[in-house]
């Protein structure tokens, strides 16, 4: 990439990104060895266990994901504030600092994985939380490495001009970091310790990540479509206050299970009904914006995305979370394949798509702000190939899991009763099978979307950034 016509933040920014692509490769791998592992469970035994591939399936994802989105907001930061950014070599420390830890983090989880759980493994091999195993030290470094990335983004909105989205933004960081530390102290109490878990696994991930999505995509529309920033801003204060509003309390559909009062229940269930409200404004958004603009973008591969971002955020997190999250209906899907159905869908369009619509974006300016239409040297065949494997490939592995746990909640929960029987039945039920290797055969079809995504953002317009440079061909 020419790096030379980048500014400090974007040359940041491409570092994020480039280890958001490595780590989103390490979680297709590990995703597929787990798939295999479901269905012969001897596979790797030894070697790589299950519970290991699992956890480092999971933690890519998450920590791909935050590069991702910490690679999007320095992108736009300088050209969001119009100034230099502050405190620049802060950032680029806290970005080495979180890539060694990350790098430190795996190795462990790869290879110190069994013995006693006590004090010291839970300070430096595992926490034992369910999807934010990594040891306490890892914990104090993200939460550091995201105070910088608050500084950053403050000071600079500070210097510079503030906006309706830099309003948001610099609000959402620090609930970014400050949640966190929710599930950074030890209780014994089961109950108390979920509880604190929840406000992690929900609040960070699902609340204030949506936002953070809300204002990336209200940038990525004004770039992509040039939509005037009166209309992104409006939809995005109803986006903040709904999620905000509904998200908190429908935090509470979490609790059913755990030991909380009753309450939980008609609290949690109410309010999780109204999490897909600010989701169909995003899809509102972005059909609305490419009417009125008819299409007219100068970045087709990541409007595609954006447009599969509002959509995916809408069936995945929103149609998908609320189909099991009544109480009445999750006491029969919580802990079956029907999650992971939700999880994958969920995950896949509220968040990679975004991301992967910044890394076009990235990858548009890097090769000198050309246009990415159909007049590249290979008309976009690999962007469209991408675009279409990895959403097939999300959407049958989502459907298919979703089978799967259809028949764990009728036989292992209604029929049997949630008894040893009844879960041991339900594993080797000919359904529950039959969507497992569904489910590899679809993620078979994920992974090379996979290898054409990465191959078309190292390719992508640079045939034609080379023609321009010779000045065979004008943009």
Same mark, same amino acid.
């Given at each position: 990439?020419?790096?030379?016509?980048?500014?400090?933040?974007?040359?940041?920014?491409?570092?994020?990104?480039?280890?958001?692509?490595?780590?989103?490769?390490?979680?297709?791998?590990?995703?597929?060895?787990?798939?295999?592992?479901?269905?012969?469970?001897?596979?790797?035994?030894?070697?790589?266990?299950?519970? /290991?591939?699992?956890?480092?399936?999971?933690? &890519?994802?998450?920590?791909?994901?935050?590069?991702?989105?910490?690679?999007?907001?320095?992108?736009?930061?300088?050209e969001e504030s119009q100034t230099e950014i502050s405190g620049l070599w802060l950032g680029n420390a806290a970005f080495w600092v979180l890539t060694s830890a990350v790098a430190v983090v795996v190795v462990v989880f790869l290879l110190v994985q069994t013995g006693p759980g006590d004090d010291f493994t839970r300070w430096f091999v595992n926490e034992g939380r369910e999807y934010i195993e990594a040891p306490r030290w890892a914990d104090i470094g993200i939460v550091v490495c995201l105070s910088i990335f608050l500084y950053n983004v403050a000071a600079t909105f500070n210097k510079g001009r503030w906006s309706g989205i830099a309003g948001v933004l610099t609000l959402d960081l620090v609930a970014l970091a400050g949640i966190y530390l929710a599930g950074m102290f030890y209780t014994t109490n089961i109950s108390v310790d979920q509880y604190w878990w929840?406000?992690?696994?929900?609040?960070?991930?699902?609340?204030?990540?949506?936002?953070?999505?809300?204002?990336?995509?209200?940038?990525?529309?004004?770039?992509?479509?040039?939509?005037?920033?009166?209309?992104?801003?409006?939809?995005?204060?109803?986006?903040?206050?709904?999620?905000?509003?509904?998200?908190?309390?429908?935090?509470?559909?979490?609790?059913?299970?755990?030991?909380?009062?009753?309450?939980?229940?008609?609290?949690?269930?109410?309010?999780?009904?109204?999490?897909?409200?600010?989701?169909?404004?995003?899809?509102?958004?972005?059909?609305?914006?490419?009417?009125?603009?008819?299409?007219?973008?100068?970045?087709?591969?990541?409007?595609?995305?954006?447009?599969?971002?509002?959509?995916?955020?809408?069936?995945?997190?929103?149609?998908?979370?609320?189909?099991?999250?009544?109480?009445?209906?999750?006491?029969?899907?919580?802990?079956?394949?029907?999650?992971?159905?939700?999880?994958?869908?969920?995950?896949?369009?509220?968040? &990679?798509?975004?991301?992967?619509?910044?890394?076009? /974006?990235?990858?548009?300016?890097?090769?000198?702000?050309?246009?990415?239409?159909?007049?590249?040297?290979?008309?976009?065949?690999?962007?469209?190939?991408?675009?279409?494997?990895?959403?097939?490939?999300?959407?049958?592995?989502?459907?298919?899991?979703? /089978?799967?746990?259809?028949?764990?909640?009728?036989?292992?929960?209604?029929?049997?009763?949630?008894?040893?029987?009844?879960?041991?039945?339900?594993?080797?039920?000919?359904?529950?099978?039959?969507?497992?290797?569904?489910?590899?055969?679809?993620?078979?079809?994920?992974?090379?979307?996979?290898?054409?995504?990465?191959?078309?953002?190292?390719?992508?317009?640079?045939?034609?950034? /080379?023609?321009?440079?010779?000045?065979?061909?004008?943009?």
């Open positions: 990439m020419n790096s030379i016509s980048l500014n400090g933040g974007q040359k940041l920014a491409i570092k994020y990104f480039s280890v958001a692509v490595a780590l989103f490769v390490a979680q297709i791998l590990f995703g597929l060895l787990s798939g295999i592992q479901y269905l012969a469970p001897g596979f790797l035994h030894g070697v790589l266990d299950f519970n /290991i591939t699992r956890t480092v399936h999971i933690n &890519a994802m998450v920590v791909w994901l935050l590069y991702g989105f910490i690679g999007s907001v320095y992108w736009l930061l300088e929840w406000w992690v696994i929900h609040l960070w991930v699902e609340a204030t990540w949506e936002v953070l999505v809300g204002c990336i995509m209200a940038w990525g529309l004004m770039k992509t479509l040039k939509v005037d920033r009166k209309i992104v801003t409006t939809w995005l204060y109803i986006e903040v206050a709904l999620m905000f509003g509904s998200g908190i309390l429908g935090l509470g559909h979490h609790y059913f299970w755990i030991g909380t009062p009753e309450y939980w229940l008609s609290i949690g269930g109410f309010f999780s009904a109204l999490e897909p409200v600010p989701l169909v404004a995003m899809v509102v958004h972005a059909v609305y914006d490419s009417g009125v603009r008819h299409m007219k973008s100068s970045n087709n591969p990541a409007f595609a995305w954006l447009i599969a971002h509002a959509f995916g955020n809408f069936f995945g997190a929103g149609v998908w979370g609320f189909m099991h999250t009544l109480p009445q209906i999750n006491l029969y899907t919580h802990g079956t394949q029907w999650s992971a159905s939700h999880g994958h869908l969920a995950f896949f369009g509220a968040y &990679a798509t975004i991301v992967i619509a910044m890394f076009y /974006i990235a990858a548009q300016y890097a090769r000198g702000k050309q246009q990415l239409g159909d007049d590249l040297p290979d008309r976009g065949w690999k962007w469209k190939w991408a675009l279409g494997l990895l959403n097939l490939g999300v959407v049958g592995m989502t459907v298919a899991l979703l /089978i799967s746990g259809y028949e764990q909640s009728f036989i292992e929960r209604a029929q049997e009763g949630s008894t040893w029987y009844g879960y041991f039945a339900a594993q080797v039920h000919p359904w529950f099978i039959q969507g497992m290797e569904w489910r590899m055969v679809f993620g078979s079809v994920t992974a090379i979307g996979i290898v054409l995504l990465v191959w078309d953002l190292f390719t992508i317009g640079k045939q034609k950034a /080379i023609k321009v440079k010779a000045g065979i061909v004008q943009t």
